[in-house]
């Protein structure tokens, strides 16, 4: 990863490494985000919350660290799998 996530990173768009967008950074609390996954999209698929490590339920889910490629100033690109 590039660098540890900040408060400064809440409300980017968390996309996949083709792009494809699956949630939103909510908080960001000791480097780690909670993401609102975008679950009525129909693009964060079975595999991606597997991936992920995230459940079917609307909560907000932890982003890990690790799962993160690079972030800009536009949104959080998670690890191509």
């Given at each position: 990863?590039?660098?540890?996530?900040t408060d400064d990173d809440r409300d980017k768009d968390v996309v996949t490494a083709g792009g494809t967008r699956v949630g939103t950074v909510s908080s960001v609390q000791d480097g780690q985000a909670r993401v609102t996954p975008d679950n009525d999209s129909g693009e964060l698929t079975d595999t991606i919350k597997s991936m992920l490590g995230w459940d079917d339920s609307d909560e907000d889910q932890t982003l890990r660290n690790d799962d993160v490629d690079s972030v800009n100033d536009n949104e959080v690109?998670?690890?191509?799998?």
């Open positions: 990863m590039a660098r540890d996530l690109r998670l690890r191509s799998q």
